[in-house]
């Protein structure tokens, strides 16, 4: 079992930026990919972005693509999310997650792939 800490939010104007983090514990060499999501209230947990363990190969959803980077610490276990450009959309509780090996018939950005969970650190942008 992995364990999953967020910090980082806040509240910040738009086209401000922020930078998460999520530190891991406990079984850390089973993670095979880590991911960041987020939910508005009122809203479906939706996947932001995600990087492999084993190589930084990264992915994001089309509405954050130019304005957040993944990126990993591997060695210290660490997992970050920076955030520029923010916008009043991308307001919500922010997740990081992490998924083990195996064979999936989800996609990358699906929840049902990822098995531990942090709390979740808030973010709010304002107009």
């Given at each position: 079992q992995v364990?999953?800490?967020?910090?980082?939010?806040?509240?910040?104007?738009?086209?401000?930026?922020?930078?998460?983090?999520?530190?891991?514990?406990?079984?850390t060499d089973s993670r095979?990919?880590?991911?960041?999501?987020?939910?508005?209230?009122?809203?479906?947990?939706?996947?932001?972005?995600y990087i492999y363990m084993s190589d930084d190969a990264a992915g994001y959803i089309d509405s954050v693509k130019g304005r957040f980077t993944i990126?990993?610490?591997?060695a210290k276990n660490a997992l970050f999310l920076q955030m520029n450009s923010l916008k009043p959309e991308d307001s919500?509780?922010?997740?990081?997650?992490?998924?083990?090996?195996?064979?999936?018939?989800?996609?990358?950005f699906d929840k049902r792939r990822y098995n531990s969970w942090g709390q979740g650190t808030q973010v709010t942008v304002s107009s």
């Open positions: 364990q999953l800490v967020e910090s980082g939010g806040g509240s910040v104007q738009a086209g401000g930026s922020l930078r998460l983090s999520c530190a891991a514990s406990g079984n095979y990919l880590m991911g960041w999501f987020r939910q508005a209230p009122g809203q479906e947990r939706e996947g932001v972005a990126s990993q610490d591997t919500g509780i922010y997740y990081c997650a992490a998924a083990s090996r195996g064979l999936f018939t989800v996609g990358l």
